[in-house]
T-cell receptor, first 114, second 111 residues
Framework: AQSVTQPDIHITVSEGASLELRCNYSYGATPYLFWYVQSPGQGLQLLLKYFSGDTLVQGIKGFEAEFKRSQSSFNLRKPSVHWSDAAEYFCAVGPASGYNKLIFGAGTRLAVHP | DAGVIQSPRHEVTEMGQEVTLRCKPISGHDYLFWYRQTMMRGLELLIYFNNNVPIDDSGMPEDRFSAKMPNASFSTLKIQPSEPRDSAVYFC?????????FGPGTRLTVT
């Protein structure tokens, strides 16, 4: 079955600390991979995506993610977190061809301490 | 570009009433998705369209829910009759080349 697992429901980090949010997926073939961020009261915003090529991808707001095929993972990282990064983060996977329906993880809520 | 536009942003209605949510996708996008988000169930895909044609409505919870896309620039999600358990935030998203762009959502409260 196709699924996305974000093992951490809540994460709290101090401002300026590094961040890694985990994402594991189960999919029939190598999928397209995405990270979205949702601030309170807003819709989801695309942070970054992986389609093919370099497995380390850069996104907006200083985020990056690394695709590891052997581990079926696509973890999101940021070297230094800002208070404005407090939000909910969703990992998503979709097919590399055909109808582009995405499967979303349950999300990880990030809190940032000053 | 104005992004995906949804209206209304907030809707409060009484149980049994009809509710219509509206969405204007980004121009040129060929996919449109309707999602529902609640604390208990997270983000759920209700239905999606490709080139105005419904592709998969298996996520629509009941026959009380219906969605239409009469043209490339407009879609509606209708709930008739509404029930308190329909209270949620409903998102519309549009897509081109596999990237989905979300609207700000409609917060529906059914009393």
């Amino acid at each position: 079955a196709q699924s996305v697992t974000q093992p951490d429901i809540h994460i709290t980090v101090s401002e300026g600390a590094s961040l890694e949010l985990r994402c594991n997926y189960s999919y029939g073939a190598t999928p397209y991979l995405f990270w979205y961020v949702q601030s309170p009261g807003q819709g989801l915003q695309l942070l970054l995506k992986y389609f093919s090529g370099d497995t380390l991808v850069q996104g907006i707001k200083g985020f990056e993610a690394e695709f590891k095929r052997s581990q079926s993972s696509f973890n999101l990282r940021k070297p230094s977190v800002h208070w404005s990064d407090a939000a909910e983060y969703f990992c998503a996977v979709g097919p590399a061809s055909g109808y582009n329906k995405l499967i979303f993880g349950a999300g990880t809520r990030l809190a940032v301490h000053p | 570009d104005a992004g995906v536009i949804q209206s209304p942003r907030h809707e409060v209605t009484e149980m049994g009433q009809e509710v219509t949510l509206r969405c204007k996708p980004i121009s040129g996008h060929d996919y449109l998705f309707w999602y529902r988000q609640t604390m208990m169930r997270g983000l759920e895909l209700l239905i999606y369209f490709n080139n105005n044609v419904p592709i998969d409505d298996s996520g629509m919870p009941e026959d009380r829910f219906s969605a239409k896309m009469p043209n490339a620039s407009f879609s509606t999600l209708k709930i008739q009759p509404s029930e308190p358990r329909d209270s949620a935030v409903y998102f519309c998203a549009s897509s081109y080349n596999y990237e989905q762009y979300f609207g700000p959502g409609t917060r529906l409260t059914v009393t």
